[in-house]
T-cell receptor, first 110, second 112 residues
Framework: GQQVMQIPQYQHVQEGEDFTTYCNSS?????IQWYKQRPGGHPVFLIQ?????EVKKQKRLTFQFGEAKKNSSLHITATQTTDVGTYFC??????????FGAGTRLTVKP | DVKVTQSSRYLVKRTGEKVFLECVQD?????MFWYRQDPGLGLRLIYF???????EKGDIPEGYSVSREKKERFSLILESASTNQTSMYLC???????????FGPGTRLTVT
């Protein structure tokens, strides 16, 4: 079953509002990765976090990895229509494979 | 740039047919993965391979098999397609199993 849980499943925001998606694992992860899938596209890698408590930024996107390395979040400040898509987190519950969350589908109203 | 290609973007098959989905990557990656993507369920791992002729089951291997005879190619086989295998199938590759994955464009399979 799903070993990496992600919420919410859907999020609809007005352009300019902030957006956050959360990822939780039942086991400690050696790293957490985030991907974005545009409508009709395939998942594209955004970033990887490795260290406990790590925070990384990409323009309006802020990624955090929890202290216990069991949770992570992606925050988008002042969403734009180009942010539309599904955001997935992924982590290796063991050392030899990866598991993806179910994704958060973001829609942005202009 | 890493390129992962899949044999078909769209495929329609009949129940009971044997279906082959092929994936090729051009970056000499050790690891390759097959996922299926369904609304609300995200990406579910079917099988992955960390070396030629090596394979590991993912979360939903039932009804599927895989083949990796060459490093660059990873095939997903539906021995006898069923309607519940109608889905989007995504192939991915990576340098190491815990590293970032590069995805192909996907194959939307419809089984009627």
């Amino acid at each position: 079953g799903q070993q990496v849980m992600q919420i919410p499943q859907y999020q609809h925001v007005q352009e300019g509002e902030d957006f956050t998606t959360y990822c939780n694992s039942s086991t400690t992860l050696s790293n957490i990765q985030w991907y974005k899938q545009r409508p009709g596209g395939h998942p594209v890698f955004l970033i990887q976090l490795v260290k406990s408590g790590e925070v990384k930024k990409q323009k309006r996107l802020t990624f955090q990895f929890g202290e216990a390395k069991k949770n992570s979040s992606l925050h988008i400040t002042a969403t734009q229509t180009t942010d539309v898509g599904t955001y997935f987190c992924a982590g290796p519950p063991r050392n030899n494979d990866m598991r993806f969350g179910a994704g958060t589908r973001l829609t942005v109203k202009p | 740039d890493v390129k992962v290609t899949q044999s078909s973007r769209y495929l329609v098959k009949r129940t009971g047919e044997k279906v082959f989905l092929e994936c090729v990557q051009d970056m000499d990656h050790e690891n390759m993965f097959w996922y299926r993507q369904d609304p609300g369920l995200g990406l579910r791992l079917i099988y992955f391979s960390y070396d030629v002729k090596m394979k590991e089951k993912g979360d939903i291997p039932e009804g599927y098999s895989v083949s990796r005879e060459k490093k660059e190619r990873f095939s997903l086989i539906l021995e006898s397609a069923s309607t519940n295998q109608t889905s989007m199938y995504l192939c991915a590759s990576s340098w190491e199993t815990r590293n970032e994955q590069y995805f192909g464009p996907g194959t939307r399979l419809t089984v009627t």
